[in-house]
């Protein structure tokens, strides 16, 4: 079945740096990636919707110049949390979808900021 | 718009026993319905999905999930609960072609010896 790579799977860093997480898509080209933010015993919550090749869109207060989306390529989606800090600590999971079928998420990346 | 929900945040059940996982689900449009599972620190696992074909679908692991149009409901069961069924549980529904998609709050199962 489809299969998506998240990586790196946690992350601990401290208050001020910036976090990379990458999510691919390893047997199917990805038209669309989403990426979710999970926070303790709570569902998940969509963050932005990204298509290969063009500007992400972002959920309503969401902050785009702080979670930074990138997709540069039918496979590759990257989040960067910008200048992190204790409040962005987060399970942060990505999906990946083609038209007319169901996502497939990532194992997801535990984020910890000290 | 689209709504999920999902009566009860946490159900336990006993070993071989009924598992019942209750979803409810809003929408203006002819719904895609998704049951997914979730292990701790893991990402999520499709388990099963509507598509507008047979009502009542089979997935992974012993689950099914059948859906009502008159009751707008996807109820997840399960005929006997296994120790490794213990996990969270996510219902979504979304508009045809995955658009639009919302996840429910979740259920978490616990399964007792």
């Known amino acids: 079945g489809a299969v998506v790579s998240q990586h790196p799977s946690r992350v601990i860093c401290k208050s001020g740096t910036s976090v990379k997480i990458e999510c691919r898509s390893l047997?199917?080209?990805?038209?669309?990636m989403f990426w979710y933010r999970q926070f303790p015993k709570q569902s998940l919550m969509l963050m932005a919707t990204?298509?290969?090749?063009?500007?992400?869109?972002?959920e309503q207060g969401v902050e785009k110049d702080k979670f930074l989306i990138n997709h540069a390529s039918l496979t590759l989606s990257t989040l960067t949390v910008t200048s992190a800090h204790p409040e962005d600590s987060s399970f942060y999971i990505c999906?990946?979808?083609?038209?007319?079928?169901?996502?497939?998420f990532g194992d997801g990346t535990r984020l910890s900021i000290l | 718009a689209q709504s999920v929900t999902q009566l009860g945040s946490h159900v336990s059940v006993s070993e071989g026993a009924l598992v019942l996982l209750r979803c409810n689900y809003s929408?203006?449009?002819?719904?895609?319905l998704f049951w997914y599972v979730q292990y701790p620190n893991q990402g999520l696992q499709l388990l099963l999905k509507?598509?507008?074909?047979?009502?009542l679908v089979k997935g992974i692991n012993g689950f099914e999930a059948e859906f009502k149009k008159s009751e707008t409901s996807f109820h997840l069961t399960k005929p006997s609960a296994h120790m490794s069924d213990a996990a969270e549980y996510f219902c979504?529904?979304?508009?045809?072609?995955?658009?639009?998609?919302?996840f429910g709050p979740g259920t978490r199962l616990s399964v007792l010896p």
């Open positions: 999906s990946a979808s083609i038209p007319d079928q169901p996502q497939h």
């Open positions: 047997d199917f080209q990805a038209t669309t």
């Open positions: 990204s298509n290969e090749g063009s500007k992400a869109t972002y």
């Open positions: 929408s203006s449009v002819p719904p895609y």
């Open positions: 509507y598509t507008s074909a047979a009502t």
């Open positions: 979504a529904v979304s508009e045809p072609y995955g658009q639009n998609f919302v």
